[in-house]
């Protein structure tokens, strides 16, 4: 037997409904591919913004969201060992996003990359950048972007 095409698959996941059609996708191709299935999830970094006419640095900083990423994470191995993908490993850690993706990638190589779209729009992409378009253009691997469903038009509707 062929050695598999995607011996090692990673999954890239925030919690959102885009991120469970990547992660769905991701499941499926570890499944037939017998794949070895890396589910990563980065909890962005909240930034403490201060203002120079402020005498004091505020002393609260923002709880980190890193323990609701690692339930995130926990919660998707547990559901692709349930599908049946026998090799299923969970990263979770904290930073910026595309950064994080890029570094883990950079010390674990992958054979595909997997990740949602939160299909923006051309101006909104251009406004606040896009996670997908990132990896897209920078990851050493490919890159599959899963974009939500659409509703197919019936067969009777005119066009």
Known sequence: MAAPLFGRITVAIDGSANGRSALEFAIDLAKH????????????????????????????????????????????????????????????????????????????PTDLLVVGSRGLSAARRLLLGSVSTALVNHAPCPVLVVRPPTTKPSASAPR
Do not use: F, N, W
Not at 34 to 43: G, Q, T
Not at 53 to 74: G, K, M, N
């Open 33 to 108: 591919y017998d794949s070895a299935l890396v589910v990563l999830s980065i909890a962005p970094l909240m930034p403490v913004y201060v203002s120079s006419a402020e005498p004091y640095v505020p002393a609260t900083v923002p709880e980190s969201e890193l323990a609701r990423y690692r339930t995130i994470v926990d919660e998707a191995c547990r559901e692709a060992e349930a599908a049946g993908v026998t090799k299923c490993t969970g990263i979770c850690d904290e930073g910026v996003v595309v950064d994080e993706i890029l570094a883990h990638l950079e010390q674990h």
